[in-house]
Each structure stands twice: as C-alpha cells, then as structure tokens.
C-alpha cells in the first residue's frame, strides 16, 4: 500500500493506493480547538496512518504547501502550523513506521496527481498552476517533475516556488504575480464580497494569464491545469485570461496551447502517493 497525505490551512486528507489501483480517501480537520500544538497534528497524521496501515507499507508521501529541504525532509515555512519551523516530519514518519517517506511541496504533488491520474499522462511537457489556498506552478519535463537541482539548499524562492528555476525572463514579474494572487486568495476566504464581485474576478484573468503568459516565454507546455479554490470559479475569469493571453502570446502560440480545470478529488494527497514512485520525478 502507498499511503499520501496532504496537510493543508483546514484539513489532514489521506489517499491510500493499494496494489489493484484502487484509492480510498481519508479526511479530518486539521484543528480539533483553535490553539492545537504541533504535537496534537502530528499524532493525527500518525493515527491515519496507523488506521490505514491494515496492509504492508510500501511508502509515504507528503504534500505541505511550505518551503522544504526535500533531501532531509525538514519543514522550513508552514504558515498555519507556525511550530513546525525546522520540524523533522520526514525522520519521524520513517521512525515511527520503518518505511521509506517522500515529502514535497503541494505544487508539485498536485502535478504528480495530473501526471498520474489526470490529463497530464497524456503529455510530456505540461504546467499546472495552484490557485489557492497556496498558489504556484509545477512543470514535467519529458514526463518527469521538474526538479530543479533538488539536493541544494541555498534559495528560497526555488523552495517556495517548485518551477522557479527554469524561469529564465520575467523573474521578479513571475515571484510578484504569485505574490499578488496570493493576496486575492487571503481575501477570496475571508472576504464573501468581495469574492461577488466581478472586478475581483478580472484581476485574478488578468493575473493567471501574465503567470501564464511568463511561463510561455520561459518553457513551452502542451497542456496548462489549473487547480485550486480559485479554479472552481474559472468561468468568471477565463475571458480576461484570455483576453490577456491574446494581447501577449502570438496567436500560433495559443492555438496549439490547451487550457483546462483540474477534476481529480484530493488531488494533493493522491499526488503525495505518487512520490512513493520515484520513477515520475
């Protein structure tokens, strides 16, 4: 059995794989009280783990929308959980359950759920973009992840952002784009009014087509998804993404450019039990 889990700002969800393909999802609050310490999440993970363990283990893996040291495992920037900082969850999942634990950004995870479960295993080279809570891109290369060089640990935005490496152009554009949608996505939970109105909706089309767009100028995907709470709402901002995407990108470009919304359930944890296949990255 591979077993991924996904630790988000509201939730613990689990995919369990067994060896027939078949997936069972588990999901729980991540907060029992407000004031929760990292000791009572963490042994929440363990007791998923432990109620889905009825089968041998073959591997973990884990998804946190949070700057990792991916070699070691260790959590560096988990905003909603802030007493993780430096927290060592790779060694106290292979400890607890003398397995081997893969542990990567959600970016990423949400693509490794494309590439092995949704229309990026029909691609090579395909995008995909997290549009909250937490926003980033994910790219394959040759139907692999990209990377970047995974065993260095020495800039954060290439820990924060998994794809910021192949950006060659528009670099300080790509981080303030993703800054900037960050921003709409705080606001988008908080805020129902302003999620209502269509201005907001103009902004997040205008904004996903210049990531996209620098995304065209530095790599070039057959397929572009789109994931994530903002996602769900593409029918309000698809005409200003394109709108935007026509004013920028030549239009040979765009006609051979497939965009579309991600339809895959728990994607991040389904993902996280595809690092389990080292093969894929």
């Avoid at 393909?21 to 432990?50: A, Q």
């Avoid at 891109?137 to 970047?148: A, D, P, Q, R």
Wanted: proline share 3%.
């Amino acid at each position: 059995m591979k077993i991924g889990i996904d630790i988000n700002d509201k939730s613990i969800s689990a995919a369990l794989l067994t060896a027939n393909s078949s997936v069972d999802f588990i999901e729980e609050p991540i907060y029992g009280t407000k004031r929760d310490c990292s000791r009572t999440i963490m042994e929440k993970v363990l007791n998923i783990v432990r109620r889905s363990a009825n089968k041998r283990i073959k591997g973990i893996g884990l998804s946190l929308p949070s700057k990792i040291d991916i070699k070691r495992g260790t959590v560096y920037d988990l905003v909603k959980i802030p007493y993780w900082k430096g927290h060592r969850i790779k060694k106290i999942l292979e400890d607890e359950f003398n397995t081997h634990v893969w542990v990567n950004n959600d970016a990423n995870c949400f693509m490794l759920a494309e590439r092995t479960h949704g229309i990026c295993k029909s691609f090579s080279d395909a995008l995909c973009i997290t549009l909250g809570p937490n926003v980033g891109t994910s790219i394959t290369v040759n139907g692999k992840l990209f990377m970047g060089n995974k065993y260095m640990f020495n800039h954060a935005k290439c820990l924060s952002l998994p794809s910021y490496e192949c950006i060659r152009i528009y670099k300080e554009s790509y981080v303030r784009t993703i800054e900037e949608l960050s921003y709409i996505c705080e606001r988008y939970e908080k805020d129902a009014s302003y999620a209502s109105k269509q201005e907001t909706w103009d902004e997040v089309g205008v904004l996903v087509g210049r990531l996209v767009s620098i995304m065209l100028c530095n790599y070039d995907p057959q397929v572009v998804v789109l994931g994530g709470t903002l996602a769900k709402s593409y029918v309000n901002f698809a005409d200003a993404m394109h709108k935007y995407l026509e004013k920028f990108i030549h239009p040979h470009v765009l006609l051979n450019l497939i965009v579309i919304v991600s339809t895959i359930d728990h994607p991040h944890a389904l993902g996280a039990a595809s690092l389990v296949n080292p093969l894929l990255i």
